[in-house]
């Protein structure tokens, strides 16, 4: 479906665009905290638009960190979509870590790791609550690992083990946020074409970059859905539940076309 011309010419403009700006954010890292915070969102802004990305936000992102955002996931491209909208960093598995390029911009952006290991757990859930404490925002994918697009695969309530704790005293507040890829060039995208942007399976990643590249420009809807605390629900299985149950229906509506009556987040 795609264009080999166009897929060339906006990988090799990713990856100049990516050599100019990832020694600026070493140095920000170490000499410059709020300048480590800002680049990366202008970084994935300016990828959202070499590969073509048209963002249409539904709703209102919570703005008072610290926030834990629990997202669906269909593919890497949802770090660049989510990394231009919200200023917070990723929680990812371990192997991402290890993965060529994608696992040093990770790091970069100071990505929180966490494995499926017991003996980790304490450790991997302290870090985040530092990192919430110090007034940081991050971004959870609950499902585990990423889905066709088609329909949100159930949350794993494991994770929202950080929704527990109170960062500074004060209940954490976790907002669910719904993505969906939805037209090509204008045209909704069916169920058939849905998968062309989904990275998910077996796939193998460069491939399918090529061919995501290749496209024309797509159209992807994120809706912010109201924010919610653990204290609002009995444990945080049922708080795994609600994000679910309105991350899924959020993604449904907006794969059929039917967003424009879902209501708005309450402001922040």
């Known amino acids: 479906m795609g264009s080999p011309v166009r897929a060339f010419f906006r990988i090799a403009l990713y990856l100049a665009m990516t050599a100019a700006l990832l020694p600026i954010q070493v140095f920000a890292l170490k000499f410059n905290r709020a300048l480590a915070k800002s680049l990366p969102m202008f970084y994935h802004r300016l990828c959202t638009r070499i590969l073509g990305f048209d963002i249409r936000v539904h709703g209102k992102m919570k703005s008072e960190p610290p926030v834990l955002f629990a997202c669906n996931h269909t593919s890497y491209s949802d770090i660049a ?3 231009a909208l919200l200023p917070a960093s990723f929680v990812a598995k371990a192997e991402v870590a290890g993965w060529p390029l994608f696992g040093v911009l990770a790091k970069l952006q100071r990505t ?5 290991r017991a003996s980790r757990a304490t450790k991997q859930r302290d870090e985040m609550i530092l990192r919430l404490e110090a007034g940081d925002n991050l971004i959870l994918f609950p499902e585990g690992t990423s889905s066709d697009g088609n329909a949100v695969l159930p949350f794993k309530s494991a994770l929202f083990s950080v929704a527990q704790v109170e960062p500074n005293g004060a209940p954490l507040t976790v907002q669910p946020v719904s993505v ?3 037209r090509l060039d204008g045209m909704p995208i069916g ?3 849905r998968p062309y942007f989904a990275w998910y399976g077996d796939m193998t990643l460069a491939p399918h970059f090529w061919e995501v590249a290749g496209l024309g420009h ?9 924010a919610v605390t653990i204290a609002e629900y009995q444990s945080r299985k049922a708080l795994a539940e609600y994000c679910y149950a309105v991350v899924a229906e959020g993604v449904s509506r907006a794969n059929a076309g039917r967003l424009d009556g879902l209501l708005p987040a309450p402001a922040s």
Do not use: K, N, Q, S
């Not at 929180?112 to 499926?116: A, G």
């Not at 797509?218 to 109201?226: E, I, Q």
């Open 112 to 116: 929180v790791f966490v494995d499926r």
């Open 81 to 83: 979509i989510l990394g």
């Open 191 to 193: 169920r058939a074409l």
């Open 180 to 182: 969906a890829y939805t």
């Open 218 to 226: 797509a159209t992807v809807d994120v809706v912010f859905h109201p």
